[in-house]
């Protein structure tokens, strides 16, 4: 494992973000971006908290043309918020079902809708509005002059390339996966429920440093599984099972996103064969990761090996994304997206498999593209399937 | 600790929540409702994954004016939707930046906008658009005679009143959280780093039986905290010290979320007092909570007791809210929520107090309004501040 990396950021951290974005604001003729997902917060402001699982709330983030992002954000949050980078911190005592902080907003946007400027906001694939629809109407109404474009592939794009600081916490938190992954086959045997089984994992991911591990799915079924994203059952693991444990452990607000395959006292050829084609797979995927090369690149290249026995891929869609503050970002390892990889971008490659009657396994690690070969953020998974 | 109840509800509860929504669509004159945030999908679908941690992909629920939902959902989701009650479940292959369900969508929706038909959508307080505004705005576009109605209260009208299969979920998660908190000072003492504080609580409650717990906030220092949302320090605890945690564990998609606090080694009177006053402050709140009563009563209930030392009662903006499926749910214990309690309604009371230079204390407890007293579903704080 890693030693354990400073929390937070440097303040220079925050503004070469800004900077950025700023630099790209300009070449698309947006004079300021307005955020309000807790990632991009966070990006440009190092607010960090939990508090965002309550739904209750909206925060918004301004970045101008030039100078610092300017906050718009409930009075719970001013302290919190005034400790970092942020000079301008403008709140209002939320909630406020009449008013939450949209005349706040107004204010600071007047003067941009008066002389007709455009206002940049995350609106496009993979993006949400977090703040009520009723809410946003009622701001654009007030904002007669305001031109809106869609600014969700220039903050995707600083996003997707990660800082020295930034990679170090993620490959913090995939060395703490993956010594729980690595710690597991001692935590679990035949006869215990699955359910038990993930709280195992969790404890296990807690005293190995993880902050939390917000995201454990898996499955676990004799020869295979037939799908991943289902909560556990009370079901004891049997002889002849296949045990899939998918997690996404968090430390310092950044992720892992990886998984590991084990039989259960015994395994069948065939979950061996496609263990070995999914390792495989993983392994194109590994080789083909290199800046120039594009995400359908990656995807061509596992499916290339995934074909040898199933054409479907499995439709969970694309095979690996992006990594970061988010279990999933972009990029997508998909035909669909041409994404260039960059020094600096943490993908997961994560190929997946149909066989048999209904069932899929599926193989994930985490790297970073270098200059030369990827560095893995992963202890890379055993080249044959593990048995417990 | 109550036994553990069975995971998931019976098809009869989906078919109940639904002609409840049915019922009140016909009183609004709305000829369909559309959902997509988690809660919501859950709430008539029984869709239970954590797979909505990733941000990627958008889900749709649809609830005709007679019948059963239509869900209209990424691929990856089908095998888990259709093992619940739904019959028709619309799917394709996600990621799809073109096509992310708007043309299924539009397909469904297409003979209720010919026919100058009324949606229902949540778009008011509380509430998110979770899919992107361009393909909102798309789907509107392509449904030029479609009417949208606002379905805020009516969806959180509904969701506000518990059954008693929920309610069994809710005292379950209670409990387990007030034997976590009875189990904590045998986990801490002074020197303890709070970032390790928050470590052994989470590996104690899911010892104790959480699924989860994805919650954690909390604070220490001398004589009181200053914020009660940010993540935790490496500061060790030292003697003079109030601690202060706040959880939201997870049981079967259920959450409790209350709070405790503690002195270390030793208590100054300022502290004591503080404590006392919110204690009575909550039992006030406890005393007030009868059907009938509104959710501002509860606030006048509790602020009246503040009031003895701090009349601004520590601005995060209400004393109290609901509680379900999320942390945070509608109503909220504020000046300006005039909803009548009624029998069902689990909520939790959250009184706070500013004192001394930034300083400030929280107590909360969680209940289920009954036709008489008040079910505390949290064993009842210590009335005197505790110390380790």
């Known amino acids: 494992m890693t030693q354990t990396p400073a929390r937070g950021f440097a303040p220079e951290e925050y503004a070469a973000r800004t900077k950025r ?53 409930p009075e719970i949050g001013a302290e919190l918020m005034r400790r970092g980078w942020l000079e301008d911190v403008r709140t209002w005592s939320a909630p406020n079902p ?21 206002l940049g906001v995350m609106k496009g694939h993979e993006t949400h509005l977090r703040m ?15 031109g809106i474009a869609d600014a ?18 993620l490959a913090h938190i995939c060395g703490i996966g993956s010594a729980t992954f690595a710690a597991l086959p001692g935590l679990v045997a035949e006869g215990m429920p699955l359910e038990e089984v993930f709280r195992a994992f969790r404890r296990e991911a807690l005293a190995q440093g993880a902050d ?18 289902s909560p556990p059952s009370r079901r004891p693991l049997q002889a002849g099972d296949i045990l899939m444990l998918d997690t996404g452990c968090m430390w310092d607000g950044y992720f892992c996103d990886f ?33 120039g090369a594009t995400c359908r690149d990656l995807f061509t290249a596992m499916s290339a090996v995934i074909a040898e026995l199933d054409d479907s891929g499995g439709d969970i869609g694309r095979l690996g994304h992006g990594l970061g503050m988010q279990l999933t970002e972009q990029p997508s390892h998909a035909a669909f997206d041409e994404t260039v990889l960059q020094e600096g971008m943490v993908l997961t490659l994560e ?17 970073v593209v270098t200059d030369s070969a990827p560095r893995l953020l992963t202890t890379r998974a055993a080249p044959e399937l593990p048995v417990i």
Chains 1, 2 share one sequence.
Request: charged share 25%; no cysteine.
């Open 21 to 73: 974005a700023q630099a790209r604001m300009e070449q698309l003729g947006l004079d300021g971006l307005l955020v309000m997902s807790e990632p991009e917060v966070r990006y440009f402001s190092g607010f960090h908290t939990p508090f965002w699982q309550s739904p209750t709330r909206p925060w918004f983030l301004y970045v101008p043309a030039s100078g610092k992002p300017i906050a718009v954000i």
């Open 152 to 169: 969700t592939g220039l903050v995707q794009g600083l996003r997707m390339v990660k800082s020295e600081a930034e990679i170090e916490k």
């Open 351 to 367: 190929p997946s498999l149909g066989y048999g009657d209904g069932l899929m396994m599926v193989h994930e690690e985490d790297l």
């Open 212 to 229: 939390d591990a917000p995201y454990v799915v898996g499955a676990a079924d004799q020869g295979g599984y037939a799908d991943v994203i």
């Open 259 to 291: 998984d590991r395959n084990w039989a259960i006292t015994r395994a069948d050829d065939m979950a061996r064969r496609v263990y070995d084609m999914l390792w495989r797979a993983t392994q194109a995927g590994i080789d083909a990761a290199r800046p």
């Open 98 to 118: 009449k008013d939450d902080g949209i005349s706040l907003l107004t204010d600071l946007l007047a003067p941009l809708a008066r002389r007709g400027g455009r």
């Open 132 to 146: 009520p629809l009723a809410d946003w109407e009622r701001l654009m109404a007030a904002l007669p002059g305001l």
